[in-house]
């Protein structure tokens, strides 16, 4: 079974998916983590591979930039291909000045200026959250492998390049770190069901201008991967 944008068949993917937005670092996992990796999709590029990590059956697959392409790649794989589980594994930049480079925040909650929550046709407004199980796993790892993270919320920003950003306004209710993808992919799994966490290695910080380059952002950020495959 295909979609447009996944040439697959259900049975290729693992019931857990780990998803970083680039599809050149869907590859590093790959080659540098998996056993026997097997490029399952390259539909544009985007990069899927299933594979093993000791000995657990696990996929990787890139997202792509932004809520409208997490939301069709987590969509599909919820809805078409079996995944349980997908942890979304990304970048983020830090809106406080005390959450250093290469530091990870695991997003208990994601909120965002998308009207991606429109569709869903709401008397309100809807709270997009982790999986409490996932999100448990994933604070326990970090705890036993002594890796420097922080819990909270993420903004999830359809803007990249914001005319009169407000960006750090999110900063006084406590907001950790802004990304780009989280919300729809917490939505599309509330929606179907499913499991979803974001965990995110801070590439850059806001307040203080601090930056890591692209290079170390597609090969350096292994702690988050590792963390994220030991979930799995």
Same mark, same amino acid.
């Given at each position: 079974?295909?979609?447009?944008?996944?040439?697959?068949? @259900?049975?290729?993917? /693992?019931?857990?998916? $780990?998803?970083?937005?680039?599809?050149?670092?869907?590859?590093?996992?790959?080659?540098?983590?998996?056993?026997? @990796?097997?490029?399952?999709n390259n539909v544009r590029g985007v990069q899927g591979y299933t594979g093993t990590y000791k000995g657990k059956r696990v996929?990787?697959?890139?997202?792509?930039?932004?809520?409208?392409?997490?939301?069709?790649?987590?969509?599909e794989l919820f809805n078409f291909f079996g995944a349980e589980n997908i942890i979304r594994i990304g970048s983020a930049g830090?809106?406080?000045?005390d959450i250093p480079l290469r530091s990870i925040v695991i997003g208990m909650g994601a909120c965002y200026n998308t009207v991606?929550?429109?569709?869903?046709?709401?008397?309100?407004?809807?709270?997009?959250? /982790?999986?409490?199980?996932? $999100?448990?796993?994933?604070?326990?790892?970090?705890?036993?492998?002594?890796?420097?993270?922080?819990?909270?919320?993420?903004?999830?920003?359809?803007?990249?390049?914001?005319?009169?950003?407000?960006?750090?306004?999110?900063?006084?209710?406590?907001?950790?770190?802004?990304?780009?993808?989280?919300?729809?992919?917490?939505?599309?799994?509330?929606? /179907?069901?499913?499991?979803? $966490?974001?965990?995110?290695?801070?590439?850059?910080?806001?307040?203080?201008?601090?930056?890591?380059?692209?290079?170390?952002?597609?090969?350096?950020?292994?702690?988050?991967?590792?963390?994220?495959?030991?979930? /799995?």
């Open positions: 079974m295909s979609t447009p944008h996944i040439n697959a068949k @259900p049975e290729d993917f /693992a019931k857990t998916v $780990l998803m970083p937005g680039d599809p050149l670092r869907s590859r590093f996992i790959a080659e540098n983590f998996l056993e026997n @990796p097997v490029l399952v996929s990787v697959m890139a997202s792509g930039m932004g809520m409208p392409s997490m939301g069709i790649y987590s969509y830090a809106i406080h000045k991606y929550a429109d569709q869903f046709q709401l008397p309100g407004h809807f709270t997009p959250i /982790a999986s409490f199980d996932l $999100l448990r796993r994933a604070v326990d790892t970090a705890e036993a492998m002594n890796v420097d993270y922080r819990v909270g919320n993420l903004l999830s920003n359809d803007l990249f390049y914001d005319d009169g950003s407000r960006t750090l306004e999110w900063q006084k209710l406590g907001v950790l770190a802004v990304e780009m993808e989280a919300a729809a992919l917490y939505m599309n799994a509330a929606r /179907a069901g499913k499991n979803a $966490l974001a965990i995110c290695t801070i590439s850059d910080n806001i307040v203080t201008g601090e930056e890591c380059t692209a290079e170390e952002r597609q090969n350096t950020f292994t702690k988050m991967m590792e963390l994220a495959l030991t979930i /799995a």
